[in-house]
């Protein structure tokens, strides 16, 4: 089992910005694909970024140019920076994580969620 710790939600003025950080633990052999989503009342759950082992990045088109996925693999824990941040952004971003253990046998985790609200 895994667990998906993530911090750094809040409250902001629009043209801010925050940086959420997501800490896996657990019985991890390796750590793949990790991604973050959100989810903003009454919509469905979105994808924001996600982040390959490699490094290799993706982002929906409504955020390219002011969030940036990062990743740290000594520490099992994925960012996302988010600047110039919109009142549109207010969610529940959910950290989304794809592992292996030991057996190889492929997992698919998420965080319990982190609120970020943007005033305007």
């Known amino acids: 089992q895994v667990h998906l710790v993530e911090s750094g939600g809040g409250l902001v003025q629009a043209g801010g910005s925050l940086r959420l950080s997501c800490a896996a633990s657990g019985s991890i052999v390796s750590l793949n694909t990790m991604g973050w989503y959100r989810q903003a009342p009454g919509k469905l759950r979105e994808l924001v970024a996600t982040?390959?082992?490699?490094?290799?990045?993706n982002y929906a088109n409504s955020v390219k140019g002011r969030f940036t996925i990062s990743r740290d693999s000594a520490k099992n824990t994925v960012y996302l920076q988010m600047n110039n941040l919109k009142p549109e952004d207010t969610a529940v971003y959910y950290c989304n994580a794809n592992w292996r253990d030991y057996r190889r046998i492929l997992y698919n985790d998420w965080g319990q969620g982190t609120q970020v609200t943007v005033s305007s």
């Open positions: 982040i390959t082992s490699a490094t290799s990045t």
